[in-house]
């Protein structure tokens, strides 16, 4: 039986970039997306691999939404080996962040739904699916503008703030599931060129990112369980 990936906003940028590469490395791919008959690269997809490629609707900021979509995987006797909670937003508007003076209680509390809470939900739905008998990992897709030692300069109040959260999150999480054999990290995928806003001027293309993330996932121990990597395999500070 071919490896299994499950991968969370998978219709763009790194999350389709990771069905990409797993695919091509003979995985079994699922995808979770918000619209995914909109996505044009993941018909694209459908079409090359058939049925390597499951394709389902997830809003990952819906609890009802999240339950359909790890019922329906485990109707397919699908039994991750990794799961990457990749969907994330900028700001809770999606298209703009709100200054200091400006900022909305409403953008905020979506941001920290969608960054740091959906992937814990996520991730406790699919406990029940992973196999004790081999290591399974969970990826959570976290970001340099979470590490408080790192932060150098105002703004991002929602982003940076619920990647923080993310990141104690993969933390916590990673103690409740190491007796179950899943190793859990948080990663810093790099300033990556992606759809999402404000990263037109990044230096990093999708393909480099996670073809670095995947190195280090490839690598993961249970005794890492907990950390916080970058995509060259450097351990982030908090």
Do not use: C
């Amino acid at each position: 039986m071919s490896k299994q990936v499950v991968i969370t906003g998978g219709s763009r940028g790194i999350g389709l970039e990771f069905a990409r590469q797993y695919l091509a490395r003979g995985y079994l791919v699922v995808i979770g997306s918000r619209n995914p008959d909109a996505s044009a690269d993941l018909t694209a997809l459908k079409d090359e691999y058939g049925e390597k490629i499951v394709i389902l609707s997830l809003d990952v900021g819906d609890d009802d939404s999240i339950s359909e979509f790890v019922s329906a995987i485990s109707r397919r006797g699908i039994h991750p080996d990794i799961l990457i909670n990749n969907a994330g937003i900028a700001s809770g508007n999606e298209k703009f962040r709100y200054s200091f003076g400006e900022l909305q209680s409403s953008d905020l509390l979506q941001t920290f739904r969608i960054n740091a809470i959906s992937p814990i939900m996520v991730t406790q739905a699919f406990a029940p699916l992973f196999s004790t008998e081999r290591l399974s990992k969970i990826i959570n897709i976290s970001s340099d503008s979470g590490s408080i030692s790192r932060k150098a300069r105002g703004g991002s109040y929602g982003y940076s703030s619920s990647k923080s959260a993310l990141n104690m999150m993969s933390k916590i999480s990673s103690f409740e599931l190491r007796e179950r054999n899943v190793a859990v990290i948080a990663m810093h995928p790099g300033w990556v060129r992606t759809t999402m806003i404000y990263t037109d001027k990044a230096p990093l293309s999708v393909d480099e990112s996670v073809s670095g993330m995947i190195s280090v996932i490839d690598d993961l121990t249970i005794e890492v369980t907990g950390k916080f990597y970058n995509w060259m395999g450097e351990e982030m500070p908090w």
